[in-house]
């Protein structure tokens, strides 16, 4: 999975081994959060690596290496993301342009370069008793289905995102694929801790239940969803934002 050593992604880790699973990670900062998941979670059947997964030429060898530490492929989970306030009225055109490439660069092409790859690899393995060689989730947002007022960019790329989960579900299931997204709202992480140190009240007001999100709360639901408890489900989105915006 990539972005796996803070937030949701670690929470994704962590229960995806109670689970059983082996798990091959990626980061790109937070180098001792990871290393110290791995201990966390056994060296045996986690790994780690840092990678930036907006360099497309890197990621070929990564796929490799993680079917080389486990001997398969069997799940993908495109959780790396980045997110910036990049206003409509800033007075800043090269930033704002800025921030839409590497928005996209590694919320969307990052993800669809990954999901190319790992197709590549679940191809070659022999399918289960349904089907089914590989599945993919990815974690999309609540900002790609309502439109943003300030980060127009981050919603466009989740936007994208679940369009292309859905196009994975379609095009890839006669490959033995199935594809989903998850769509958290706010979530008591790193990525959020700013807008919820500056606006807590706000955005609490605005949910029923007047709480944010728990990692866990994402992570249970991307386990289910690769378990193979839900397969004839591919190409859904399934909302985590507590009934903050219901479509």
Request: proline share 3%; hydrophobic share 45%; aromatic share 8%.
């Amino acid at each position: 999975m990539s972005g796996g050593s803070r937030g949701i992604g670690a929470a994704v880790v962590r229960d995806l081994r109670a689970a059983g699973a082996s798990v091959y990670f990626t980061y790109l900062s937070a180098r001792d959060a990871a290393e110290a998941l791995v201990r966390e979670c056994g060296a045996e059947r986690t790994a780690c690596e840092r990678i930036d997964v907006a360099d497309a030429d890197s990621l070929p060898a990564l796929v490799e290496r993680a079917v080389a530490r486990f001997g398969r492929l069997d799940a993908l989970v495109n959780n790396a993301g980045i997110f910036a306030e990049n206003p409509f009225d800033g007075d800043d055109y090269g930033a704002w342009r800025d921030g839409w490439a590497r928005t996209f660069a590694v919320n969307l092409f990052g993800a669809a370069d990954l999901a190319y790859l790992a197709m590549r690899a679940m191809r070659a393995q022999p399918p289960d008793a349904r089907g089914v060689r590989g599945r993919i989730v990815n974690v999309a947002s609540r900002a790609a289905h309502r439109g943003e007022t300030t980060f127009a960019d981050y919603g466009a790329s989740k936007a994208a995102l679940v369009n292309l989960g859905k196009s994975i579900a379609r095009g890839a299931a006669k490959d033995g694929i199935v594809a989903f997204n998850v769509a958290p709202g706010f979530i008591a992480t790193d990525m959020a801790a700013e807008s919820l140190a500056a606006s807590g009240a706000e955005i609490r007001a605005e949910i029923p239940s007047g709480r944010v999100g728990d990692p866990e709360e994402v992570a249970s639901i991307v386990t289910f969803l690769l378990s193979g408890g839900a397969d004839y489900a591919s190409g859904t989105t399934i909302d985590v934002n507590g009934a903050s915006y219901v479509r």
